[in-house]
Nanobody, 122 residues
Framework: QVQLVESGGGSVQAGGSLRLSCAAS????????MAWFRQAPGQEREAVAL???????LYAASVKGRFTISRDIGKNTLYLQMDSLKPEDTAMYSC????????????????WGQGTQVTVSS
């Protein structure tokens, strides 16, 4: 069965960095899109970074240049490196997986982790 388990969240000051991890299992890595989403209180859930099966990566404009998504297939882990964090990055971050190609909408994704909280103070 598919399992996604996030870790690495925490509280940091603006300008700091965090690396989120998503331990993933139960599927064929080369056949799926994996993504990081976030949702702040009162806000709609949004995709921040996508990792396609062909190795391409895409980023939301709000995080481009600051966040990096990567896969380590040998470790069965998806990462999100977050640098130059801003208070507006404060949110619950979740990893997600869907079959085949990547899309930006959360409803397209079939499997989700439990989420890890990121809090950035000014």
């Amino acid at each position: 069965q598919v399992q996604l388990v996030e870790s690495g969240g925490g509280s940091v000051q603006a300008g700091g960095s965090l690396r989120l991890s998503c331990a993933a299992s139960g599927f064929i890595w080369t056949r799926v899109c994996m993504a990081w989403f976030r949702q702040a209180p009162g806000q709609e859930r949004e995709a921040v970074a996508l990792s396609a099966r062909d190795g391409n990566t895409l980023y939301a404009a709000s995080v481009k240049g600051r966040f990096t998504i990567s896969r380590d297939i040998g470790k069965n882990t998806l990462y999100l490196q977050m640098d130059s964090l801003k208070p507006e990055d404060t949110a619950m971050y979740s990893c997600a997986m869907k079959e085949s190609s990547c899309y930006w909408t959360s409803r397209s994704y079939n499997f989700w982790g439990q989420g890890t909280q990121v809090t950035v103070s000014s």
